[in-house]
């Protein structure tokens, strides 16, 4: 997303979420635990802007996302957006629809690492943006489902369709998206889900641990490396190589490839700064 900026001053508070900002790791919280942090059309567009923000402002290095309470995330609030929605035209149902995968390309294509901190449930949206995090930190606790065909909607809702066989392989993804069963914890570290699996009540904190060691490496190859993943999943052998290639050539004109060689010539750690 491009640091560059119109005249809007930045969002003092988010109304639908928590965030917090230490040393370079960004925190926010969906702080709805009475409702297991059920998304609203405020928490959508308030996870899109403050994505697009934090992206411009080029000061976070890690995001941690995790859900106050007894779980991650249930998915969209059933009164307040099923109830609406049902109201609505078809203009209506494609603009809400298409801000609900704003939110999930904002998390793939933001400049920094996304580490998911998941306990309990993580159901339906509230799957999906754990899936679009590049990594997924559970507990035991954690279960996953993808239930949109149980509400008589596409197993393919914002971009899980896409993302979930790339996640898990298309067999997996299929049995996901159409029963819309729930995973847990055991099994979806099995399939490729998760990322870590932690002990019972230390997914937040291990979350954090991660967040807080990518916030202290070198943060553009890291950028470069996410923009990499997500442009060459549909990219011929050919021009990915190429655009590897075009990369590489960018990063090694960098000052952290410099600091490395430095370090490692003299027996130092490298002092990153994400130039």
Avoid at 137 to 166: E, N
Wanted: glycine content about 10%; some cysteine; overall charge negative.
């Amino acid at each position: 997303m491009s640091p560059f900026t119109g005249s809007a001053a930045r969002t003092p508070e988010w109304r639908h979420l928590r965030l917090s900002v230490d040393d370079g790791v960004a925190t926010v919280t969906l702080p709805r635990p009475e409702k297991l942090n059920a998304l609203t059309f405020g928490a959508y567009a308030d996870l899109r802007d403050l994505l697009a923000e934090l992206s411009r402002e080029r000061s976070v290095r890690a995001l941690v996302l995790g859900g106050e309470g007894r779980g991650f995330c249930s998915g969209g609030d059933v009164d307040e957006i099923i109830g609406s929605t049902l109201a609505m035209d078809t203009a209506q149902l494609l603009d809400f629809n298409r801000m609900t995968g704003q939110v999930v390309r904002a998390l793939r294509e933001c400049p920094f690492p996304v580490v998911a901190a998941v306990h309990g449930v993580a159901a339906g949206a509230g799957a999906v943006l754990a899936l679009a995090a590049d990594f997924r930190v559970a507990d035991p606790s954690a279960r996953f489902a993808f239930l949109f065909t149980k509400v008589g909607l596409s197993g393919g809702d914002m971009g899980a369709a896409y993302l979930l066989p790339r996640v898990v392989g298309l067999g997996h993804a299929t049995r996901l998206l159409m029963l819309g069963e729930p995973v847990r914890a055991p099994e979806a570290e099995r399939i490729g889900l998760i990322s870590e699996l932690t002990d019972e009540g230390r997914a937040p904190e291990a979350a954090a641990a991660l967040a807080r060691r990518l916030a202290q490496g070198p943060a553009l190859a890291y950028a470069q490396t996410k923009a990499l993943l997500t442009a060459e999943l549909d990219m011929p052998l050919a021009a990915a190589v190429e655009m590897d290639a075009a990369t590489q050539a960018l990063l090694m004109n960098g000052e952290d490839y410099a600091e490395f060689h430095a370090a490692f010539t003299g027996k130092r750690s490298p002092k990153w700064r994400g130039r």
